[in-house]
T-cell receptor
């Protein structure tokens, strides 16, 4: 069993829809939770960073963490074609990040 | 803020030669830098972790004599792929952490092709 599970998709939504992404994990030692966006042939870009259960909002992005269920989510409101990318969840214990497989999202104009 | 650069962005080399990739944190000091490898349509695989002034810690299965890592300063780390072979062709990405809460900022990646 992988430490971090993420459905690779692909996920296709119409412009303006809400994109819902999630990951589950098995390692209780994970303390910090991140979401990265990666465009093709580029390095990942940090979108959201949280370290406690609950919600964190930044513009059109909302990250949720439920440590009791070992489940994290990312919601993208009012999605745009420019949001089309691969979204990676990542979790950290000490200094090592463990990544999900990434979900490929396409927002159709 | 939190910009990480990599150089070169793309390199093609012949089998048996060595290639050096540079990773720089441009606007912060990175106590720790990381090197990842990513195959097409796969997630990132951590190769090694390096702290400034000390030897890198390699992940299981990564040959430390083949992938030489030097973290000479708080803003620069280098990865040298020695005696490169076609199977080393991949997308290499570095990241840097300012060390406060462990968040990592990634460089744009280097695409290595060994012919």
């Amino acid at each position: 069993q992988k430490e971090v599970e993420q459905d690779p998709g692909p996920l296709s939504v119409p412009e303006g829809a809400i994109v819902s992404l999630n990951c589950t994990y098995s390692n209780s030692a994970f303390q910090y939770f991140m979401w990265y966006r990666q465009y093709s042939r580029k390095g990942p870009e940090l979108l959201m960073y949280t370290y406690s259960s609950g919600n964190k909002e930044d513009g059109r992005f909302t990250a949720q963490v439920d440590k009791s269920s070992k489940y994290i989510s990312l919601f993208i409101r009012d999605s745009q074609p420019s949001d089309s990318a691969t979204y990676l969840c990542a979790m950290r214990d000490d200094y090592k990040l463990s990544f999900g497989a990434g979900t490929t999202v396409t927002v159709r104009a | 803020g939190a910009v990480v650069s990599q150089h070169p962005s793309r390199v093609i080399c012949k089998s048996g030669t060595s290639v050096k990739i540079e990773c720089r944190s441009l606007d912060f000091q990175a106590t720790t830098m990381f090197w990842y490898r990513q195959f097409p349509k796969q997630s990132l695989m951590l190769m090694a972790t390096s702290n400034e002034g000390s030897k890198a810690t390699y992940e299981q299965g990564v040959e430390k004599d083949k992938f030489l890592i030097n973290h000479a300063s708080l803003t620069l780390s280098t990865l040298t792929v020695t005696s490169a072979h076609p199977e080393d062709s991949s997308f290499y990405i570095c990241s840097a952490s300012p060390g406060s809460a462990g968040e990592q900022y990634f460089g744009p990646g280097t695409r290595l092709t060994v012919t």
